[in-house]
């Protein structure tokens, strides 16, 4: 079966500070990974994807994520947070025709 | 183009009652599914359907049914309710078009079971 950790279930940063999320996958065939966003009282919005080629992937607010495959991990980059990164962000997988598996969130939270 | 819609926003229910959260999606997307939302669980795939006619199990089924009868709509009933639902939803969908695609979520309904 496949899964999806990540590390910090709590983070908490200055607002100019650097952010990496941590995310471990499980599953030895080919998958496709995510990270999405929930911000507060909101419904989910995708961040970025990686499904092959480069593996440093970029995606919307500046966010990006690099696939290390030998690591099985796919960690998601800030160089910079702003107050408005305040959120909850998951990490998932899909390996299939099936749904994605989520891992479950890191609630970061920026102070200005 | 509205994306994905579900209704109701919030419901509380007792245990033992019956009722049907509705998702449509206008995107004419092939492939629609249900998670439930947990604190400290992440997201949980109750059950997903690729087409109108199939549906199929996710990681947390019990206690729930779902059928496809049309492609924009995926209802999903609970017959009779636990607390153990109380939970958020999501609905979710995607084109199964090229491969594996982004799927959109709706905004959530909150349920609360007494």
């Known amino acids: 079966a496949q899964s999806v950790s990540q590390h910090n279930h709590h983070v908490i940063l200055s607002e100019a500070a650097s952010l990496e999320l941590g995310c471990n996958y499980s599953y030895g065939g080919t998958v496709n990974l995510f990270w999405y966003v929930q911000y507060p009282g909101q419904h989910l919005q995708l961040l970025l994807k990686?499904?092959?080629?480069?593996?440093l992937v970029k995606g919307i607010k500046g966010f990006e994520a690099e696939f290390i495959k030998s690591k099985f991990s796919f960690n998601l980059r800030k160089p910079s947070v702003q107050w408005s990164d305040t959120a909850e962000y998951f990490c998932?997988?899909?390996?299939?025709?099936?749904?994605?598996?989520f891992g479950k969130g890191t609630h970061l939270i920026i102070q200005p | 183009n509205a994306g994905v819609t579900q209704t109701p926003k919030f419901q509380v229910l007792k245990t033992g009652q019956s009722m049907t959260l509705q998702c449509a999606q206008d995107?004419?997307?092939?492939?629609m599914s249900w998670y439930r939302q947990d604190p400290g669980m992440g997201l949980r795939l109750i059950h997903y359907s690729v087409g109108a006619g199939i549906t199929d199990q996710g990681e947390v089924p019990n206690g729930y049914n779902v059928s496809r009868s049309t492609t924009e709509d995926f209802p999903l009933r609970l017959l009779s309710a636990a607390p153990s639902q109380t939970s958020v939803y999501f609905c979710?969908?995607?084109?199964?078009?090229?491969?594996?695609?982004?799927?959109?979520f709706g905004p959530g309904t909150r349920l609360t079971v007494l």
């Open positions: 979710a969908s995607r084109t199964v078009a090229g491969g594996w695609n982004e799927q959109f």
């Open positions: 998932a997988l899909s390996s299939g025709a099936d749904g994605l598996t």
């Open positions: 990686y499904f092959s080629g480069d593996p």
């Open positions: 995107m004419n997307h092939e492939y």
